[in-house]
């Protein structure tokens, strides 16, 4: 029958044809995931799923899988609901040491409105804004620290009484000092992760992503130089009359055509700084409108340009310089409040001045 | 018989329309295009140091891929008998699932590798890409030989190099200069060259917010620091480009500047970017953004007498605006948006130019900040300053932090008026309120004690 055993080795010939097949294509497929780095399964993910453990460069300790393999840490994260517009969600990864030593390492996110409250958001604003931070590249609306990071979320994921939403991440430890959660890249990566997973959640996302796609700016203060005449953060007329007891250290952030930060720390207790001014000149899409609410529309007085509200402590004026909307802020502590030279109304006139000028517009301010 | 005139005379001037180089018959060449052959015996002297200096033991130099299919063996037309005998048969499946699994496997490692064959390899260290390259060069064939990038940006002490020529009828026509190297401070000499050949006054900004400058013959772009690292005071580790020597790619026709001026933005936008990559740094620089016009010679009474490179309060010297024959120039950087800016003036700029040049990007200023504190005379006041040798240089801090303002010239002839003294204060004031440093005052010079 050698008709019959045509069929049969015919058939069986492409029973294997088929085996083989199947196997390259697995095997492609494998070899696809291996190389990509997509493997399926086996992935730890945290806050709601932006964070996931990997294994790498450019991986945060606390999310590196190769972190918590060993007997003594211990990995754990936990979780709010997830974001919804108007609504506060918070998150967090934790590193803990089991061997008894209470060391314990986390990074804790939150999705909120910006505090309502003037003193809250006043000190929020000293927080993020604060100079060891530096603007993320391409425009994006937000500034990253190794300690802590902000990114402002698009007009859509606006609070129904039009406050902006805003995503923070923050190193946690023991210690009362901030703690690094990793370098600049790092930092950026999980922030803007977690902006994209909470845009999405609240439904209000963009059509592009939220990407840094330029090299990152370095993330620290300089608090190297000072000004010709001793004044603070190398702004002309931010002048206090301080002696060599009283112990405040300037350090200046980002110094650009849309945002300008500086901050004072007072260092009297040296292993707890407290951060006791920030000097803020904003122009960048979005980082503006966290200022939202702060003041109502009048002007602060005769010979201010725009509106805000200037007071003993703190300063806000709103203007356009060099066609576009700048927020001038500034924030001190009572003690920099009574020593400001010639006053503190002065002074921040004199501050807002002098960046206006270095803007190239008009004065601001009335000048002294 | 002057093509090769030309390339002796590397001091002659960058920018040729001038009336100085009126006299010259002929319009120049082209960048890399026309220019006349030098003879053969003059090519060796070029070509063969650079080939071996860049071939220096040690180095991660390679042959570039000229075209890479021509290595790999053809396939045999038609199975042979052997072959058809062993594909056939029930064993047959088996090879041919060898065959195709070692196939994919090699093919998953080569794609893994980045070692694909077949497709051409950018040149150096992978970041040119063969059309700008074909825009940096005419026809001819491109040679190219790198250094290994490991050196780079460790310490100022190295710097790394490619190099592309292109060689026509067994004749170097054009060389075209990559370097990657940290700018070094304390260096008089170093900062001279840099600054002379990359802060022209022809060079305009990359544009957009690249921390970078253009012209026709240079580029040059800041890597970030997030990459490079360093304190905050280093100056920065910069990709700079040199296509022929300063001031050949002088070209009569503007528009051609332009685009040449075009293609080596590009350049070095990618071969920074392919520095990054290679380093396994973070983030890709954008394109280039638009460019500013191309900076011209202009009269220089275009300004007034008291408002020399139109700075107010600072005064032209007596022979630049006098009535005498001297073809007398000046120019001025177009765009001053960027991280420097420049102008000069004199006949050949060359030769007798002076120049003064605001730096206000502080990093770059950081790498001239020395010079300040070093010479003598010393300037003093709201910052510091000095006398180094044949530029002045002061220092003030601006809300940017330091700004570096420099007056240079070229010329050796000690006059009555020496600009690097007579012009640094009121250039120095100007300057200061225009950037938006506010009011600063200079005082000096003065002897040290």
Redesign the interface.
Known sequence: MPAGSAAVSAARRRRSLAILLGIAVLAGAGLGTWATGTWPFDRQSYCWGAWEVREGDRVPRVLDENSADSEDEERSGEQSAPPRKGRRATCSVALRDKSGSEYDERIEAEVATVPRGSKERRDWLRTYLDADSAPLPDGLPGLVGRTRAVFVLPEGCDSADGLPTAVTVEGVRTSPLPASMGSEEEVADLLLSLAGTAARASGCAPEEPFEAVSPLARADADDGLTAQGGELCRIPGLRFALDADDHYDSGVGAVRDDLQTCSVLDTADVRNPVRAALFAAVSRPRLTALFTGLADGGSPGKGWRGTGEVGEEHGLLTATCAGRPTVFFLQLDAFLAAHADPDPRRVFAAAANSVADRLGCPAVAPGS | MSGEQHREKDQMSEEKQGSAQGARSGPQPAPDTERPAPRQDSVPDAAPSAESEAAAPGSAAEPAPESPAAAEPRPAPRPSGWLRRLVRGRSG?AV??AV??AL??AG?LA??AGELPFTSRDRCWGSLSGDTVDRLFSEGEIRTRELSLRSAGRSAAYRTECRLQRWKDDELKWEISVRVQQLAQFDGGGARAWTRQFLSPVMVPLGG?LPGMVSAGRAWLAL????VGGR??DPPTVVSLSSGRLGSSDNDDPAERRRYRAAMADAVVELANGV?AEK???????EPGELARVVDRQQPGAYPKDRLCGLKGVRAPSWLTGKDDYARAMRTTGDVSGLAHSCEYGRDFELDGVRLTTIEDPRLASFVIPLGYSGNPRFHG??FGSVFGDMSVYV???????VAFLVQREDSLVREHDPTVALLPDYVSAEAKRV???T?RVTGPEQPK
Do not use: F, H, M
């Open positions: 499946a041919i699932g195709v699994g994919l496997a998953g794609w893994q917010d970030p620091e997030s990459c905050r005071d990054l396994k740094c973070r983030g890709r620089y954008p709201d910052g003030a801090t601006c809300q940017t932090g330091p938006g440093c506010g600063v």
